[in-house]
């Protein structure tokens, strides 16, 4: 075998070293959860129910506004505007500020006395303890992984295909949803599906919003602080396995259809 | 006929400014300039991709200064062909089709007729990253004239092919222009222009600085930079004939000009560089095989020493050093005898 130069080995140990980091946590949970404790916790109906719950919201969240937040990341790919970096500024600030503060303000935003609390109210939904609520919260911190990834993506496409499209007597929508959209759909899914795992996994903005009904990161959240560490570490594994699958799930799928695309060639 | 009156545009750092020429119907128009002299902008100005300052675009005498891309009835072929990656070739061509209320056997009808003029049907149901170069083109091609374009506009169509695809892809383009297909074609390369245009603009630095028939445009250059541009005053239309295998070209009846050149066809370009013509008081045996004499029309000082106009039956120049024109005794009107390798003699089909 090949001798590695003692920089070589500084940066090969650094590598594990925070490898390590990430997988001896979650490692010792899933080592300390005995298997009848993850079987009995699956069986768990208030568990099963906050899991599915989640996965909802999530879901609804990301298809819903991701509606407006694709045409967003067009207009950023292609347009110049007057303060375009600072638009770009805002739309990362949910990424920096501290997401229990961003829950408050959401919370502000959306409570009985504001505008939006008015206009929901008028309509029969009142955001407070909803899951419209929970989707706001949830949209709220994770709309920053897809804009910049469907960004990424749009800037990526070839202006030039964009230009064939309109001198071949296409309107701009048509250049939009037949060029842009697909060439740029890789990076789109890669952001919703980025998205929609981060969403699942919010806790800080959403307990502001919405303690009940309860989202399984809430749920974790109130069995450790009424029965300890032990009863909140089950519902954690399997709620991490659970986003695990969805997330590998997701990107296989993602894959598949790309690997599928390069099969039709 | 497309005809653009006085057209400014800005850009960042660079304007197209005054441009005017026309083209007519069934026309090969070729706008012939270095690279950044704004041949690519003023063909998307064309097409309605950049947007006109001043002037007016006129189509078949309606004004389209601004009208929409979408209804310019102007076809555009890219350098780098754009075609879409993400659809099949079929899907390619037929997309200008959609939303122009065809029925499918109508658009399988035109996808099929100009599939077949550029020899790519068997290519309709590939993608293009399997494609070569030359393939593409064709399909960018195919694509731009499926939607029937009063004027197909080309973006240095040749650019990116090799030698041997290039004359093929020359050929295509001409029998293109034979069916009655108006063509404005952008290119760096004077071979190109030469060979293919019926009438050539010279654009520099954003002007158009002449426009006429290769002939007049390299024959009676505007100024130093047309010169420059083709490199050579010693430029003319010539006939072409194989005599027991050498090629002989005629610039006029009387003046047989042997050249190692064979080109395919029987019409074309003579180009002799300047510095390639040898000058002598009297006939000698030499190894040149194209001997004439001469008469000294004029003589001027230029850049890199003299410049002799000597009359063969056609205008030839010269290029000498000031001590042979002394040594030589050159006056106007004084007889002198011309040389010049056959070697040196390039023909371009035309």
């Known amino acids: 075998m090949k001798r590695l130069s003692p920089f070589q080995l500084a940066i090969t140990l650094a590598a594990a070293l925070i490898l390590l980091f990430i997988v001896a946590p979650l490692a010792g949970m899933f080592v300390a959860t005995s298997p009848s404790d993850l079987f009995s916790t699956a069986r768990d109906a208030e568990v099963q129910q906050s899991i599915r719950l989640t996965i909802w919201i999530s879901l609804a969240a990301t298809v819903f506004f991701a509606i407006a937040a694709i045409p967003l990341a067009y207009l950023l790919a292609r347009k110049d505007f007057p303060l375009k970096s600072l638009v770009a500024g805002i739309i990362d600030l949910p990424v920096v500020i501290p997401h229990s503060a961003a829950g408050i303000a959401i919370l502000g935003f959306v409570s009985r006395d504001s505008v939006v609390g008015k206009m929901g109210s008028a309509i029969g939904l009142n955001f407070v303890g909803h899951p419209a609520g929970i989707a706001v919260a949830m949209a709220f911190v994770s709309l920053p992984f897809l804009i910049n990834a469907a960004r990424d993506g749009f800037s990526g496409v070839p202006v030039r295909l964009e230009k064939a499209a309109l001198t071949l007597g296409a309107s701009p929508a048509r250049v939009f949803f037949t060029i842009s959209l697909p060439l740029a759909w890789r990076s789109i899914v890669s952001g919703l599906i980025l998205m929609f795992a981060r969403g699942m996994s919010e806790f800080g903005a959403v307990i502001m919003v919405a303690y009940h009904p309860m989202i399984t990161p809430v749920l974790i959240y109130e069995r450790f602080g009424a029965f300890g560490l032990q009863y909140a570490q089950p519902v954690s594994v399997l709620f991490i396995l659970i986003s695990l699958s969805v997330f590998i799930a997701l990107r296989l799928l993602a894959r598949n259809k790309k690997q599928k695309t390069a099969a039709d060639a | ?350």
């Not at chain 2, 599939?115 to 593409?136: K, M, V």
């Not at chain 2, 190109?192 to 024959?219: C, H, M, N, W, Y």
């Open chain 2, 1 to 350: 006929m497309l005809e653009l009156r006085n057209i400014s545009c800005r850009f960042p750092g660079f304007s197209l400014t005054n441009i005017s020429f026309s083209v007519s119907n069934g026309e090969y128009f070729v706008l012939l300039g270095e690279s950044g002299s704004g041949k690519s902008l003023l063909l998307e100005a064309i097409a309605g991709l950049n947007k006109i300052k001043s002037g007016s675009l006129l189509l078949d005498g309606r004004d389209i200064t601004h009208e929409k891309i979408q209804q310019r009835s102007i076809g555009l072929v890219f350098q780098d062909q754009a075609v879409f990656p993400h659809l099949s070739v079929k899907e390619n061509i037929a997309y200008p089709l959609k939303g122009k209320h065809l029925t499918s056997s109508e658009k399988s009808d035109i996808i099929e007729e100009v599939t077949h003029i550029l020899q790519i049907t068997r290519l309709l149901n590939r993608r293009p990253e399997t494609l070569s170069g030359g393939e593409l083109q064709r399909v960018a091609l195919a694509r731009a004239l499926v939607q029937k374009p009063k004027i197909l506009l080309l973006d240095e169509p040749l650019s990116a092919t090799d030698s041997k695809l290039r004359s093929e892809l020359r050929a295509l383009l001409r029998q293109i222009n034979r069916t009655g297909q108006t063509i404005v074609h952008v290119t760096h390369d004077f071979d190109e222009a030469v060979s293919l245009a019926d009438r050539i603009a010279i654009l520099q630095d954003g002007k158009i600085v002449q426009t006429g028939t290769p002939q007049d445009v390299f024959g009676t250059p505007a100024n130093g930079f047309v010169a420059h541009f083709a490199g050579i005053h010693n430029f003319f239309r010539v006939k072409t004939k194989k005599v027991s295998g050498q090629t002989i070209a005629y610039p006029v009846e009387n003046v047989p000009v042997i050249s190692t050149d064979s080109p395919e066809e029987d019409s074309g370009y003579m180009l002799i560089r300047n510095e390639d013509i040898l000058l002598s008081a009297s006939n000698f045996e030499s190894s040149a095989l194209n001997n004439f004499e001469g008469i000294v029309l004029d003589n001027y000082p230029s850049r890199t020493g003299m410049e002799i106009v000597v009359d063969i039956g056609i205008r030839l120049f010269a290029q000498i050093s000031r001590e042979s024109a002394e040594r030589l005794n050159i006056r106007n009107n004084g007889k002198i005898w011309v040389h010049f390798k056959a070697s040196s003699v390039r023909l371009i089909a035309g």
